[in-house]
Each structure stands twice: as structure tokens, then as C-alpha cells.
């Protein structure tokens, strides 16, 4: 039998679609088969296996949210009809070996690109000391943009790198990235200027940032699945331990070799990232010999417009940029409020809290995630928004500096929780054919409120004298979002409740066809009806 029978499309009428014409039975006018059936047609009921109309419906609601496999397709092993070779069995990840290598490959990358972002606040009073006018009424809201513009880079660009992943690659597609951040981090010490930094730092760096990032989650996926929470977790962890560390790198070179010489140091990270994206190599097997249509470039893999159907994902795509309005305000802004606050010389502690606390939820919620089933995991990223936001408006309420700590290692535990289980929820609501360009494209909207975040504290700060507006204003785009994202699973568990009661409607429909059709089975040779159970398969 082919793998066109048992896929329910060889003009069984069991197998029909709603508001499709069965083809004429056996015998019936207008049918090119005999008259006397083969008896194997129902060969199927008879040894227990599925029927064709329930596996029919199987691959109809296979196309929902929860369920991803390619419905149709040939079944593994055997030939299609037109005499192409059948598709490869499902892809099982090794769940380690080399993923162990890539693993800590996409960590460094997470922390060189991330680590750097992050501690740019202490870049930010560099480049007011450097650049700055004192008679500039608006040079805060200027400088942050150099910033705002590199973090923004990095998600603008994604929905094209997704393109480029699928088109050429992890691995190709994070090397090239790899080499134009590294280009933009050296053009940007020979700066002398704050506008041009807008340029090599800002587009530069935050494009090919963008370039070596994204492949470095989307490869995880070809190695892992049932421990990809707790894979997804080091690596983001990453960015915490390099949180951790630059800062303390930073206060040291800024002082004794200035801003030019450092930004050369921090090239070399990106030299190292080059060398790791060589170790991306990818697993799961191209599918274009599946269909002799997808041997032509296929635009509808290129814009993958079928991650929109799913509701859930629109609903995550719209409520995770709502909550990011102000969650990139405190990296810029905080070390400048301290230093004008409390009139400290160690700020950077601020970050190293953050960083420290970050590092430890993404461990520890990363592998919670794994516990949690399909889209509850939502439910780790709305209490993260609601605790950020609160923490961002707690940082003008602090009176001394020892609860200003408290606050921020609250804001890095959370901010860990977000960003471990991104990928693993992008996985529930897609499945992992569709991921690359569902991450991407989410990244992308998310750079929107991720670069006019900062600028709008820089101008409040300018124009009022004090940061505290800013700071309470950053705290309510968070809880909005988490509000926002609390009717995913709702509307997921609605969904498979539907799903369910679908699937008991059609088992019963089938049971009563095969009744109807065990009463009329001819028996070739005798042209009377039998009892199908008195035929020898």
C-alpha cells in the first residue's frame, strides 16, 4: 500500500473532507475499478489499526497549535506515488554529544553580545565625559542613542536573519554576523565624534550582533528537546556571567586606556564569537526532495506567513513588545541616577547584582519550564513583567543604596525567567518547523519599544531635572504586557477542549459508516453481500 492510501486519499469516502464529494465506490457508475472489490480495504478495522477517516481527521486537527507533524506527507520508508523518494522519519535530537559543544558556543555568544549591551551604562558616562556639551540641554536624550539604537539593531533585524537562517544556515549566517559586529566595535574607536558612533556602533554593531545572536538559539533546537528549557537557560545564562564581568573590566580600562582602546578589547570578544559560530553544525535534514515543487525557491518558506494563523502566537507577539517600553531604560539610565542620587564612585555593583541574579533565573526557571506543560509556561513570563515593572518604579523609592541593590537583584532574578523560557515558549505556540522565523519575527517587533525606551527617560531627564518620572513611567509597559499574555493559555486550553470534542464527533461518525458498509462487502466470485469478518485478508 502507499503512502497515498494510508494518508486517506484514494477516494475513500471515510476519508473525505467536509464539503468534498466522495469518489465513486467500487462497481458504481463512472468508477474505472472492477466491480468486485479487494476485500484489504478493510483490513485496516479489522487488525485494530486506525480507520481511514479517523486518520483523516487526525491530520486535520493536526494543524492547531499543539500538534505540528507535517500532515500528508509520505510515511517514512516507503516510495511516494510519483515514484519520488519518501521523506525521512521525524527528527529525534541526539539530547547531547556535540550539542554539548554548541551549547557553550551560543552561551558565549549570548554573553559577548548581551554582556556588552548591557553595560553600556557605564559606555554612557564615557561618551557624555567624551562627547558632551554641558550647555547641550538635551545631551542625554543624544547619548542614548548610541545605545538604544545598537539594542534596537539587534531585534530589528531579526525577521531578515530568520530568513537568512533558513536560507543558508545557522552557521554561515552567525560567522558573517560575527565579523560585522567585530568591524563595527573597531570602527568605533577611531570615533571622535558622537554622531558617527550612531552609525558604527549603533547600526554597525547592533546588525551583525543581530546576525550572530538569533542562529545561536534556533541551533539548540537540533540538538536538544526534552532538556531544551534547561539548555536554553546556560545559555542565556551567558549573558549574566559577562554582566558580571564587564562591568568590573570596564571601571578598570575605561580610566588608564580610554574609550578608543576599549572598544578595541571588546572587539576581541567578538573574534572569539567568529571562531564559535564554526561550530554550529546543523542536524535536522533538509525536507526539498519531499516534493519536487520545493526544488524551486520557495517564497512562502522564505516569509513564513503561517506562524500568523496561529492566534496564540499573535496575541505573544503583541503582548511581549507592549511590556519592553521600559524595560531597557534602567541598563542606560541607572548608573547616571546613582552617580547624580547618591554621589557613589562604585555604581557598577548595580550591574553585577543584575547580573548575578539574572544568571541564577535563567538556570532556575529554565528548568522549571521543562516541568511546566505546552503554554502554562506563559505564565513564568507574565510574573516576570509584573515584577520588573514594579522594581522599575520601586528605584526613585529607594533611600539608600542597600535597597537599590535589593531592587535590582529582584529585576535580574525576573529578567532571567523572561528570557530562558523565550525560546521554549516559541516552540508550544509554532512548533519547531516554524520557530526561526517566529523568534525572528518577534524580536523584531520587540525593537521598537526597545530603542525608544531609553531616549524617552533621557529626554523626561532633561527636561524635568530628575529621573523619577521616568523610572515609575517604565514600570507600567511591563504589567500591561503580562496582563496581555495571561489569555494565551485560555485560549490555547479552549482550543484543545474543541479539538476534543471534534475528535469524539468523528470517531463516532466512523464507527457507524463501517457498521453501514460490513453489511454490503461483496465477496468476489459470489456477487452476495458477506459479513466482513467472513473474508480471509
Not at 307 to 314: C, T, V
Given at each position: 500500500?502507499?503512502a497515498?492510501?494510508?494518508?486517506?486519499?484514494?477516494?475513500?469516502?471515510?476519508?473525505?473532507?467536509?464539503?468534498?464529494?466522495?469518489?465513486?465506490?467500487?462497481?458504481?457508475?463512472?468508477?474505472?475499478?472492477?466491480?468486485?472489490?479487494?476485500?484489504?480495504?478493510?483490513?485496516?478495522?479489522?487488525n485494530?489499526?486506525?480507520?481511514?477517516?479517523?486518520?483523516?481527521?487526525?491530520?486535520?486537527?493536526?494543524?492547531?497549535?499543539?500538534?505540528?507533524?507535517?500532515?500528508?506527507?509520505?510515511?517514512?520508508?516507503?516510495?511516494?506515488?510519483?515514484?519520488?523518494?519518501?521523506?525521512?522519519?521525524?527528527?529525534?535530537?541526539?539530547?547531547?554529544?556535540?550539542?554539548?559543544v554548541?551549547?557553550?558556543?551560543?552561551?558565549?555568544?549570548?554573553?559577548?553580545?548581551?554582556?556588552?549591551?548591557?553595560?553600556?551604562?557605564?559606555?554612557?558616562?564615557?561618551?557624555?565625559?567624551?562627547?558632551?556639551d554641558?550647555?547641550?540641554?538635551?545631551?542625554?536624550?543624544?547619548t542614548?542613542?548610541?545605545?538604544s539604537?545598537?539594542?534596537g539593531?539587534?531585534?530589528?533585524?531579526?525577521?531578515?536573519?530568520?530568513?537568512?537562517?533558513?536560507?543558508?544556515?545557522c552557521?554561515?549566517?552567525?560567522?558573517?554576523?560575527?565579523?560585522?559586529?567585530?568591524?563595527?566595535?573597531i570602527?568605533?574607536s577611531f570615533?571622535?565624534?558622537?554622531?558617527?558612533?550612531?552609525?558604527?556602533?549603533?547600526?554597525?554593531?547592533?546588525?551583525?550582533?543581530?546576525?550572530?545572536?538569533?542562529?545561536?538559539?534556533?541551533?539548540l533546537?537540533?540538538?536538544?528537546?526534552?532538556?531544551?528549557?534547561?539548555?536554553n537557560g546556560?545559555?542565556?545564562?551567558?549573558?549574566?556571567?559577562?554582566t558580571?564581568?564587564?562591568?568590573?573590566?570596564?571601571?578598570?580600562?575605561?580610566?588608564?586606556?580610554?574609550?578608543?582602546?576599549?572598544?578595541?578589547?571588546?572587539?576581541?570578544f567578538?573574534?572569539?564569537?567568529?571562531?564559535?559560530?564554526?561550530?554550529?553544525?546543523?542536524?535536522?535534514p533538509?525536507?526539498?526532495?519531499?516534493?519536487?515543487?520545493?526544488?524551486?525557491?520557495?517564497?512562502?518558506?522564505?516569509?513564513?506567513?503561517?506562524?500568523?494563523?496561529?492566534?496564540?502566537?499573535?496575541?505573544?507577539?503583541?503582548?511581549?513588545?507592549?511590556?519592553?517600553f521600559?524595560?531597557?531604560?534602567?541598563?542606560?539610565?541607572?548608573?547616571?541616577?546613582?552617580?547624580?542620587?547618591?554621589?557613589?564612585?562604585?555604581e557598577?555593583?548595580?550591574?553585577?547584582?543584575?547580573?548575578?541574579?539574572?544568571?541564577?533565573?535563567?538556570?532556575?526557571?529554565g528548568?522549571?519550564?521543562d516541568y511546566?506543560?505546552?503554554?502554562?509556561k506563559?505564565?513564568?513570563?507574565v510574573?516576570?513583567?509584573?515584577?520588573?515593572g514594579?522594581?522599575s518604579?520601586?528605584?526613585?523609592?529607594?533611600?539608600?543604596?542597600?535597597?537599590?541593590?535589593?531592587?535590582?537583584?529582584?529585576?535580574?532574578?525576573?529578567?532571567?525567567?523572561?528570557?530562558?523560557?523565550?525560546?521554549?515558549?516559541?516552540?508550544?505556540?509554532?512548533?519547531?518547523?516554524?520557530?526561526?522565523?517566529?523568534?525572528?519575527?518577534?524580536?523584531?517587533l520587540?525593537?521598537?519599544?526597545?530603542?525608544?525606551?531609553?531616549?524617552i527617560?533621557?529626554?523626561?531627564?532633561?527636561?524635568?531635572?530628575?529621573?523619577?518620572?521616568?523610572?515609575?513611567?517604565?514600570g507600567?509597559?511591563?504589567?500591561?504586557?503580562?496582563?496581555?499574555?495571561?489569555?494565551?493559555?485560555?485560549?490555547?486550553y479552549?482550543?484543545?477542549?474543541?479539538?476534543?470534542?471534534?475528535?469524539?464527533?468523528?470517531?463516532?461518525?466512523?464507527?457507524?459508516?463501517?457498521?453501514?458498509?460490513?453489511?454490503?462487502?461483496?465477496?468476489?466470485?459470489?456477487?452476495?453481500?458477506?459479513?466482513?469478518?467472513?473474508?480471509?485478508i
Amino acid at each position: 500500500m502507499t503512502a497515498k492510501g494510508l494518508s486517506g486519499e484514494d477516494g475513500d469516502p471515510l476519508a473525505a473532507g467536509p464539503g468534498q464529494q466522495p469518489e465513486p465506490e467500487w462497481g458504481e457508475p463512472g468508477s474505472s475499478e472492477p466491480a468486485s472489490p479487494p476485500l484489504s480495504r478493510h483490513k485496516e478495522p479489522l487488525n485494530g489499526r486506525v480507520s481511514p477517516a479517523e486518520e483523516g481527521f487526525k491530520l486535520q486537527v493536526g494543524a492547531g497549535d499543539g500538534d505540528h507533524s507535517p500532515g500528508g506527507n509520505p510515511v517514512p520508508g516507503s516510495q511516494a506515488a510519483d515514484g519520488e523518494p519518501a521523506c525521512p522519519p521525524p527528527f529525534v535530537p541526539p539530547e547531547g554529544g556535540w550539542g554539548w559543544v554548541v551549547m557553550f558556543a551560543s552561551m558565549w555568544c549570548n554573553g559577548s553580545v548581551f554582556g556588552i549591551q548591557n553595560a553600556f551604562g557605564l559606555l554612557f558616562l564615557t561618551l557624555l565625559d567624551n562627547f558632551g556639551d554641558s550647555t547641550d540641554t538635551h545631551l542625554r536624550f543624544k547619548t542614548a542613542w548610541v545605545g538604544s539604537l545598537s539594542m534596537g539593531m539587534i531585534f530589528f533585524c531579526s525577521p531578515i536573519v530568520s530568513v537568512f537562517t533558513d536560507l543558508f544556515g545557522c552557521r554561515k549566517t552567525a560567522t558573517v554576523g560575527a565579523a560585522v559586529a567585530f568591524i563595527g566595535l573597531i570602527a568605533s574607536s577611531f570615533v571622535k565624534s558622537l554622531e558617527p558612533m550612531y552609525f558604527t556602533y549603533g547600526i554597525v554593531f547592533g546588525c551583525g550582533s543581530s546576525f550572530a545572536y538569533q542562529p545561536s538559539l534556533v541551533i539548540l533546537g537540533h540538538y536538544f528537546k526534552r532538556r531544551l528549557g534547561l539548555v536554553n537557560g546556560i545559555v542565556t545564562a551567558g549573558s549574566s556571567v559577562f554582566t558580571i564581568v564587564l562591568p568590573l573590566l570596564l571601571t578598570k580600562l575605561l580610566p588608564k586606556i580610554g574609550l578608543s582602546h576599549t572598544l578595541r578589547v571588546l572587539s576581541a570578544f567578538m573574534f572569539v564569537l567568529f571562531l564559535a559560530g564554526f561550530t554550529y553544525k546543523p542536524l535536522i535534514p533538509e525536507n526539498s526532495h519531499c516534493n519536487s515543487s520545493r526544488r524551486k525557491l520557495n517564497l512562502k518558506k522564505i516569509f513564513n506567513i503561517k506562524i500568523w494563523k496561529f492566534l496564540g502566537y499573535r496575541i505573544w507577539a503583541f503582548g511581549i513588545p507592549t511590556a519592553l517600553f521600559g524595560y531597557f531604560v534602567p541598563y542606560v539610565h541607572l548608573m547616571k541616577y546613582v552617580k547624580e542620587t547618591f554621589e557613589l564612585q562604585n555604581e557598577e555593583v548595580l550591574l553585577m547584582c543584575i547580573g548575578i541574579s539574572s544568571g541564577v533565573g535563567r538556570l532556575v526557571f529554565g528548568r522549571v519550564a521543562d516541568y511546566l506543560p505546552g503554554t502554562y509556561k506563559i505564565f513564568l513570563q507574565v510574573a516576570s513583567f509584573v515584577v520588573i515593572g514594579l522594581m522599575s518604579m520601586m528605584i526613585p523609592l529607594c533611600q539608600d543604596f542597600g535597597g537599590l541593590i535589593a531592587v535590582c537583584l529582584f529585576m535580574g532574578l525576573f529578567d532571567g525567567c523572561f528570557i530562558s523560557i523565550m525560546a521554549p515558549v516559541a516552540f508550544e505556540l509554532v512548533g519547531s518547523e516554524n520557530v526561526s522565523q517566529a523568534i525572528g519575527f518577534l524580536l523584531g517587533l520587540m525593537s521598537i519599544p526597545m530603542t525608544a525606551g531609553p531616549p524617552i527617560a533621557g529626554f523626561l531627564r532633561d527636561s524635568l531635572g530628575t529621573y523619577n518620572l521616568a523610572f515609575y513611567l517604565a514600570g507600567v509597559p511591563p504589567m500591561v504586557g503580562g496582563a496581555i499574555l495571561c489569555t494565551i493559555p485560555w485560549i490555547q486550553y479552549k482550543k484543545l477542549k474543541r479539538q476534543q470534542a471534534l475528535k469524539a464527533s468523528a470517531g463516532d461518525t466512523a464507527a457507524k459508516i463501517l457498521d453501514a458498509d460490513s453489511k454490503n462487502v461483496l465477496v468476489p466470485g459470489s456477487g452476495e453481500p458477506q459479513k466482513e469478518y467472513a473474508s480471509s485478508i
